[in-house]
């Protein structure tokens, strides 16, 4: 349902402005309405995804655009979900402008989804797809945290109270919800890539077939896995956690989209235009 797309889209920049707003003036109205706007968004988000799901039978990640869209999605329920338990009000300077960035670019690419493949149906594929997006999701926002975690950092070292000393919250908190991103996407991920593994049995006979995306989906578990070893049994917490979430991002990134592009696999129709 385009309408609803673009209205998600209106409605996603109209909350970065709100947000942009309560950065500089620090009204708690103008947070409150940029949080509305982003649910409303959020609702209509929904009801483009779940319109093209009516329509085709399964998940619309069909090709970049549906890709990219349902990326965007996901980071906005992740946040909406983060939000009602820490309520890091600052962090919606963070996602709705990402939204908002993902979005512009997933209007580049034509609508119009590849052939559906019987491949393309089935329950482990389903969870496969959800938990691999909902994952990527908490670890982007814990890229945002690990952020918001140097800029509040650096403004306590340099011991003056900068623009974002009073703007975000306590480095306990950041590092608290930062942590429990790391946890959530690493169970998500870990859940997206044994669904994952059976359905490639179901489909193709075998577990594993060192795909590209498969490997490098391994590489992120890794590094994520490492990531909380190390907080936990040798105590990195902190800035080093903070860095690490944002390398991680970048690992992330490489992943989900830089192997499609760059080395061949079964996962690329996924990122066709």
């Known amino acids: 349902m385009q309408i609803a797309f673009i209205a998600a889209i209106l409605l996603y920049m109209l909350s970065s402005a709100a947000y942009f707003a309560y950065l500089f003036i620090q009204r708690d109205r103008l947070q409150q309405i940029g949080g509305l706007l982003l649910m409303v968004g959020f609702a209509c988000h929904t009801v483009s995804i779940g319109w093209a799901f009516a329509a085709t039978g399964h998940v619309p990640v069909n090709n970049l655009h549906e890709t990219l869209s349902m990326t965007a999605w996901a980071v906005v329920g992740a946040f909406l979900v983060l939000n009602l338990k820490f309520r890091i009000k600052i962090l919606g300077v963070y996602v709705a402008p990402l939204v908002v960035f993902i979005l512009l670019i997933a209007t580049q690419f034509p609508r119009e989804p590849l052939q559906p493949q019987n491949m393309l149906k089935g329950i482990w594929l389903l969870v496969h797809i959800i938990t691999i997006f909902a994952g990527d999701a908490a670890f982007a926002l814990a890229a945002g945290v690990g952020v918001l975690y140097l800029l509040q950092e650096r403004n306590i070292k340099a011991k003056t109270r900068g623009f974002f000393f009073k703007r975000l919250p306590s480095l306990?908190?950041?590092?608290?919800?930062?942590?429990?991103?790391?946890?959530?996407?690493?169970?998500?991920?870990?859940?997206?890539?044994?669904?994952?593994?059976?359905?490639?049995?179901?489909?193709?006979?075998?577990?594993?077939?060192?795909?590209?995306?498969?490997?490098?989906?391994?590489?992120?578990?890794?590094?994520?896995?490492?990531?909380?070893?190390?907080?936990?049994?040798?105590?990195?917490?902190?800035?080093?956690?903070?860095v690490m979430a944002i390398v991680g991002l970048g690992v992330l990134l490489f992943t989900f989209l830089g192997v499609n592009f760059l080395l061949s696999g079964h996962h690329g129709q996924f990122t066709q235009y």
């Open 172 to 242: 306990d908190l950041l590092d608290t919800t930062g942590y429990a991103c790391i946890v959530c996407g690493f169970t998500l991920l870990t859940i997206g890539l044994i669904s994952g593994m059976v359905y490639a049995k179901i489909l193709w006979g075998r577990f594993w077939s060192w795909d590209p995306k498969e490997v490098w989906s391994a590489i992120t578990w890794i590094f994520y896995a490492v990531h909380l070893h190390v907080r936990l049994a040798i105590g990195w917490r902190g800035r080093r956690a903070a």
